[in-house]
Every structure is written in C-alpha cells, then in structure tokens.
C-alpha cells in the first residue's frame, strides 16, 4: 500500500518568516495530494490540495508544489503568522475507494 | 459543518468490554471512514465504507469491526477494548465538491483503563 512521509516534525519560525514541509509517497498511481490543518483539540480541515496533473497551486499566502517524478510535495506558508499555528498534515491517495494515507505530521510553532 | 456528527465525544471504558463509536452524516454521501490518531502516528485508517453493507478493512484494522446498515451511519465496534486502543478517532466522509478530500467529525475520544 501506499506509505507517506512527512518532514520536519516540529517546525519554528518567527512571524513573517516562511515555512516550508515536505513529504514523499511511494506508489506511483496517486493522484490526489491534499493538505490538513489541526489545530489543538479540533478536527483537521482541509487547506489546500494539488492533483497529479499540476505542479503547483496557490491560494493566497499558501501554496502547494507537486513533483511527480521524485515523488514529493511541499506546502509553503509565506509571511506566517501566529494563527498559522497548528499541526499540518500531508495525504496522499491510491487505490480504490478514495482512501487517503497521511502523513505523520508537523507541528508548526510561529513565534512572535 | 457537512452534516457529519460523531458521537459520543469522550469516552472511558474498562479492558475487555466492547465499544461502539456513531459516525452520522446527513448529506448522502457514499463513502465513510474511520481513522485513530496517535501521536507519532498522524491519522491511520481502520476501516472504510463504500457504500450500504459494503465495508472494507484499513491499515489497522485488527480488533475493531464496522457496520454500515444505513448509508447515514457508519458503526465502529471495538469488540473487547484494550489500552492499545485508546485514542482519538475520527470519522470523515468524502465530499464530491471537494474532489477527494475528507471532512471529519469533531472526534471521540476513548479512554480504555
């Protein structure tokens, strides 16, 4: 099955600096890339996502690169703020019935 | 928020009793599924729904079982709960707007001791 792999684990940076997490993800037929946001005792929604047939997608300070060949994608967050504190996850989708396989996880700390 | 409810919210239980969680959607949708939340672990599937009885195991499917009888709820059962078990579970549906991706329930969490 699909395995998915998420980097770094916890992550600081200072308000206004960008932040950058990156996962990999080892079948070859997943063609959905989505990103969650968790924050402390909430569900995860989701942010932003990318399909294998684009590179990369925006949507105002958040963006999502995809690269299929290395099989790796990243979310950047430029100009963080301290709302943007949260656990983020990567997703990854194979197979049938739409199943997602996540990532481990980062969380993102932005200090004043 | 997407009509998608989990009940109940917290949870404490004893070792060896059996368990069921509630996912209840109000919006039709066709797939369902149940995962656990584990620090270090990020969010691992337990099993899935595609549609009415039609029911399939994930990646940690071992002690817990699922019942889909109606396409508005989607039954998770840990048949004799054990502390490896406890945890945070969410339940999620995947929404045709959002082209693959899930929304989630607000959680249970479940405390076996």
């Known amino acids: 099955g699909e395995n998915v792999e998420q980097h770094p684990s916890t992550l600081s940076v200072q308000e206004g600096d960008s932040a950058v997490i990156k996962c990999t993800y080892s079948?070859?037929?997943?063609?959905?890339f989505p990103w969650y946001k968790q924050e402390l005792g909430k569900r995860p929604q989701l942010i932003i996502d990318?399909?294998?047939?684009?590179g990369e997608k925006k949507d105002q300070r958040i963006a999502v690169t995809l690269n299929k060949t290395a099989k790796h994608f990243s979310l950047h967050i430029t100009e963080t703020q301290p709302e943007d504190s949260a656990v983020y996850f990567c997703?990854?989708?194979?197979?049938?019935?739409?199943?997602?396989?996540f990532g481990t996880g980062t969380r993102l700390q932005v200090t004043l | 928020d997407a009509g998608i409810t989990q009940s109940p919210r917290h949870k404490v239980t004893e070792t060896g009793t059996p368990v069921t969680l509630r996912c209840h959607q109000t919006?039709?949708?066709?797939?369902m599924y149940w995962y656990r939340q584990d620090p270090g672990h990020g969010l691992r599937l337990i099993h899935y729904?595609?549609?009415?009885?039609?029911?399939d195991k994930g990646e940690v499917s071992d002690g817990y079982s699922v019942s889909r009888s109606k396409t508005e709820d989607f039954l998770l059962t840990l048949e004799s709960a054990t502390s490896s078990q406890t945890s945070v579970y969410f339940c999620?549906?995947?929404?045709?707007?959002?082209?693959?991706?899930?929304?989630f329930g607000s959680g249970t969490r479940l405390t076996v001791v």
């Open positions: 997703a990854a989708r194979s197979g049938t019935a739409s199943k997602l396989t």
């Open positions: 079948d070859s037929a997943s063609n959905y």
């Open positions: 990318i399909r294998s047939n684009v």
């Open positions: 919006e039709n949708h066709r797939y």
């Open positions: 729904s595609y549609g009415v009885k039609d029911t």
């Open positions: 999620a549906i995947m929404e045709s707007w959002q082209g693959g991706g899930y929304t």
